[in-house]
């Protein structure tokens, strides 16, 4: 099991900036990607950034040139930077850990959420 821990949100004005955090515990090795879903209300969970144990680096379009997702492999943590955020940001953000099991599985973990509102 991993257990994903989730900081960092809260209450901004558009065009501010927020960094969210999450630390991974647990069977944390094999973990092959983390990364970071948003669900804002009414809507189904979409994909914001997510990085690979590797480097590689996906971007929703939405969020590309104002959101930078950064990994710490031997801290097993994952930081999302979001600066210009927009009211359409407003969501509840959720860490992902997607693990390969030693039978060749995909498991995917989560954490709690954490609320980021952006409004004046």
């Known amino acids: 099991q991993v257990q994903l821990v989730e900081s960092g949100g809260g209450l901004v004005q558009p065009g501010g900036s927020l960094t969210l955090s999450c630390a991974a515990s647990?069977?944390?090795?094999?973990?092959?990607?983390m990364g970071w879903y948003r669900q804002a209300p009414g809507k189904q969970r979409e994909m914001v950034a997510l990085?690979?144990?590797?480097?590689?680096?996906t971007y929703a379009e939405s969020v590309k040139g104002r959101f930078t997702i950064s990994r710490d492999n031997a801290k097993n943590t994952v930081s999302l930077q979001m600066n210009s955020l927009k009211p359409e940001d407003t969501a509840v953000y959720y860490c992902?850990?997607?693990?390969?099991?030693?039978?060749?599985?995909?498991?995917?973990?989560w954490g709690q959420g954490t609320q980021v509102t952006v409004s004046s």
């Open positions: 647990g069977s944390v090795s094999r973990i092959s990607a």
């Open positions: 990085i690979t144990s590797g480097g590689s680096i």
């Open positions: 992902n850990a997607k693990r390969l099991t030693l039978s060749q599985l995909l498991v995917t973990y």
